[in-house]
């Protein structure tokens, strides 16, 4: 009973896509996350009688093609800007537009991020929450008494004792023609890749880049509701495919009665 | 033996219906899948004088499938607010360009690839008027206008980069599924749609409607049981035929 071969295919399916989902839900609330979306493609088709072909007397206008289930052509991010939300941390920085943060990694490599709640180590270094320094690096010096980041990605700092603020960097961007290509590593990370494209590096503000928003963060992309709709939709499909294994089933138990 | 065969081929016909309606609900998650349906042949009645031509056409075709036949009947279009998902508004396919030649697909789930092309999402590049379609990688955004007019934003304003059509055919229903979203013209030759639109944002999602496939579901399975009944009393039949008037 091939059919319930097919069926499965579409079981499968509907289970990526709710795990896609699940993830998007799980991390409504993660800080500059991008929702993933799945998407799926018919299987190839058998061909038991080729539309146009001929039948001796008449070309036959359609055929008989059965196809053979549906498989995922992709399971990528959308990212779309997420919703800002104003917090009071002075490293909190959203990327209005595009591009990405530039992480230096402990071996040395360059990942990417959208989340831009940065934090100070003891040295003064600009770094993640984990304690990665941004690329390029920037410190900020022991007798400050705030720092503004400009929407280009300047950051200034005030000294305590008075004066005028002092330039101590500039944030830097990279973007990617294709950011659906970027690898996801986890802890809002992301990894180049062949697929991404050529990385470009900006500061904000420039062409095709996005400005900086200091005391900011940008918040997830998931919309709840959506992903709710979308989730019944998957839960239902996932019940019609069992369905048509249950029927496949029912008609074998038949077969298995045609003997006495 | 003669009421068994022809009923046997009904039961086959039955295995096929519910493999094409798995196939339908296997897909109801892919963009723009158009759902199949099958059409079965009439009986053709025995014909008692049929001693006398060749033994191929005295076979009788009973319950066969004669057709499997796609609906091009419109999905329903699930707004996504990404630009570069494009549902076509009317009749009509987007052009792909692929290895073996130009494939045609309703599926308009596009991306980018690292040359800013506008592909599908295995790769297979969307055909403009004057083939791919290359964005600029200094774009800050992307628009596609319903005429198909594609324009990229960039810091020295906007700036055409292609124009996407939308081809139809004579008969769509002769075209052939080969997978991957994608369909074959086969011999039919493409012309440029002057009706349909492009609506940028949006998904069309498959035209399959579950509760009518679980009632084919239900339909094909209880013919199916059916046939069996007919099977076991043509059996039953025979038994007497052979156990019972033998011994008179």
Known sequence: MRAMYIAATGLAAQQLNVEVIANNLANVSTIGFKRGIANFQDLLYQTLKAPGSSNGTRTLPVGIQVGSGVRPESAHRIFTQGEFRRTDGEFDIAIEGRGFFQVALDDGSIVFTRSGAFELDKDGNIVTAEGNSIEPPISIPADTESVTISPTGIVEALPTGGGAAVQVGTLQLARFINPAGLISIGRNLYQESLGAGEKVVGAPGDPGFGRTLQKTVEWSNVNIAEEMINMIIAQRSYEVNSKAIQTGDDMLGVVNTLKR | ?248
Do not use: C, H, W
Request: aromatic letters at 8%; charged letters at 20%.
């Open chain 2, 1 to 248: 033996m003669n009421p068994i065969y022809p009923i046997l081929s009904g039961m086959l016909a039955q295995e096929r219906r519910l493999e094409v309606i798995s196939n339908n609900i296997a897909n109801l998650g892919t963009p723009a899948y158009k759902r199949d349906f099958v059409l079965f042949s009439g009986f053709s009645p025995v014909k008692r004088e049929a001693i006398d031509i060749p033994p191929v056409e005295a076979t009788p075709t009973f319950g066969m499938i004669d057709d499997v036949i796609t609906d091009f009947s419109i999905g329903p279009i699930q707004v996504t607010g990404e630009p570069l998902d494009l549902a076509i508004d009317g009749t009509g396919f987007f052009a792909i360009e692929t290895p073996q030649g130009t494939r045609y697909t309703r599926s308009g789930n596009f991306t980018l690839d690292p040359e800013g092309k506008i592909v599908t999402p295995s790769g297979f590049p969307l055909l403009g008027e004057g083939g791919s379609i290359i964005t600029p990688p200094e774009a800050e955004s992307i628009n596609i206008d319903s005429t198909g007019k594609v324009v990229a934003r960039t810091s020295a304003g906007l700036l055409e980069v292609g124009l996407i059509p939308i081809y139809e055919f004579a008969v769509q229903e002769r075209l052939k599924k080969i997978g991957n979203n994608f369909y074959d013209a086969v011999d039919q030759q493409a012309t440029v749609s002057l009706t349909a639109a492009i609506r940028s944002g949006s998904l069309e999602r498959a035209n399959v409607n579950a509760p009518e496939e679980l009632v084919a579901m239900i339909m094909a399975s209880r013919l199916y049981e059916t046939s069996q009944r007919v099977i076991r009393s043509a059996d039953e039949m025979l038994g007497y035929a052979v156990n019972e008037v033998g011994r008179l």
